[in-house]
């Protein structure tokens, strides 16, 4: 079985989670287990915990990583702490996510999740639960329109909603290309000339889909609460919801004193547990550029728990 993925700021994550050849690091959204293979080979007597909901992505990730002291688990990052209650697992050195879906993912036409490729409204990146025809056939034109907005950021969010319902009370919307076409009739000629119109709904109903936001949000406490003192957790985004998310997550625990400003002196006791590794999020090299165009929207940041 193929799964192709070309793992995004890789080198950048290794030197981001400053690897303990002794210890235990996680890459919690395993994938092609491109990143996985990365740091278990900076391993000597350490341990690999590769986690991942798709389940191909876990078959793959398994034959991929049988050579290296390394454990596949099929779930969900955002329960890594049943993960690690499972495999007696207290405290680890380094997690990983990589939020991005993989071009597998997005390569596969019958998962639903390209608008170049006709295929059934899938989306589901666990291949369990709610599809993305289902949202798109039952929603009412109020959650339609906040997901298109909210998730995708796309003004032309109610224009899109009100075709969706207008069509599907004609017939069912079961494909792909159904929905592009009526994204695209939403939206005025000048936007089809200048690029593809269906990138932000495809992306908002993948969100809604998968449930991705009330994922990282857990995933990503239960992922720096994992850490030993000076574990690192790192995370790779690919838009300004998911880097907003994780940007001030880690603020608030590199925050210390809460007091008001005019306090003289700090009554909160208020420490910082975190300190951030990069100010400034790392992005793909130009090289990285001409190799993977996926990559273009990647950032990587970095925090490192300095106190437990």
């Known amino acids: 079985m193929e799964f192709n993925h070309i793992s995004v700021l890789l080198n950048e994550c290794i030197e981001g989670l400053n690897i303990n050849p002794d210890g235990i690091y996680v890459d919690a959204t395993a994938g092609g287990a491109g990143h996985s293979i990365e740091i278990a080979k900076h391993l000597?007597?350490?341990?690999?915990?590769?986690?991942?909901?798709?389940?191909?992505a876990v078959q793959i990730a398994t034959e991929r990583l049988k050579d290296y002291n390394a454990t596949v688990v099929k779930n969900n990052y955002s329960q890594i702490d049943e993960v690690f209650k499972s495999l007696g697992i207290d405290k680890v050195d380094g997690v990983l996510l990589d939020l991005g879906v993989s071009s597998h993912q997005l390569d596969t036409g019958d998962r639903g999740f390209s608008y170049h490729v006709d295929a059934p409204l899938d989306m589901r990146m666990s291949q369990e639960g709610l599809s993305a025809k289902e949202v798109i056939n039952t929603y009412s034109y109020e959650q339609l329109s906040k997901i298109i907005f909210e998730f995708g950021e796309e003004k032309f969010a109610r224009s899109i909603a009100s075709n969706i319902i207008k069509k599907r009370e004609v017939a069912t919307i079961n494909t792909t290309l159904e929905l592009a076409d009526i994204i695209k009739e939403s939206v005025p000629a000048k936007v089809r000339r200048e690029k593809n119109p269906c990138k932000k709904t495809f992306q908002a109903i993948r969100i809604a889909v998968n449930n991705e936001f009330e994922h990282l949000s857990e995933g990503l406490d239960k992922a720096f609460f994992s850490l030993k003192k000076n574990g690192r957790l790192a995370v790779i985004t690919f838009h300004s919801l998911e880097d907003r998310i994780v940007k001030q997550r880690f603020?608030?625990?590199?925050?210390g004193c809460i007091c008001p400003p005019d306090?003289?002196?700090?009554i909160c006791g208020k420490k910082p547990i975190g300190?951030?590794?990069?100010?400034?999020?790392?992005?793909a090299s130009e090289d990285e550029l001409k190799l993977n165009k996926r990559s273009r929207s990647a950032k990587l940041r970095v925090i490192e728990r300095i106190e437990e």
């Open 275 to 283: 300190m951030l590794i990069n100010r400034k999020p790392i992005e």
């Open 251 to 255: 603020a608030g625990w590199c925050k």
């Open 44 to 56: 000597n007597n350490g341990r690999l915990i590769a986690i991942d909901r798709d389940p191909t």
């Open 263 to 266: 306090f003289p002196q700090c």
